[in-house]
């Protein structure tokens, strides 16, 4: 269910046709949103973030004529968080921003890739 209605809220943002900079600062938005559960807020936030890199990809190959692999980029993201520690979420503080962050280095690092994106866009 929890899954269920993050897909909902991810979805319905990502595909109604916002530039990615519109994209990340709704996902900032839900991030800084305190009425949803936390764990709901931060992976809603990766499933955007993630959705934003993929549409990167696939701009990038299509502008240098490769040909786009999948880019599972959600999915192997939390795989990593909760393999790493299955309360991952709880080492992680939302910045002033509506970014992201955590102290725990293993997931800091996790999350660099994220963080670029939203620096870039």
């Given at each position: ?37 936390e764990?709901?807020?931060?992976v ?68 660099q ?9």
């Open positions: 269910m929890l899954i269920k209605a993050e897909g909902n809220v991810s979805k319905s943002i990502v595909s109604a046709g916002k530039t990615p900079q519109q994209q990340i600062q709704s996902a900032r938005q839900l991030l800084l949103a305190t009425p949803n559960p764990l709901l807020r931060i809603s936030y990766l499933r955007i973030c993630c959705s934003v890199m993929e549409i990167d990809y696939l701009q990038e190959a299509t502008e240098k004529g490769d040909k786009p692999r999948e880019t599972p980029y959600f999915i192997s993201l939390l795989k990593s968080l909760f393999e790493y520690d299955p309360e991952w979420w709880q080492k992680c503080i939302v910045s002033v921003d509506g970014d992201l962050k955590s102290d725990d280095p293993i997931i800091a690092e996790i999350l890739p994220l963080e670029a994106i939203c620096q870039k866009h």
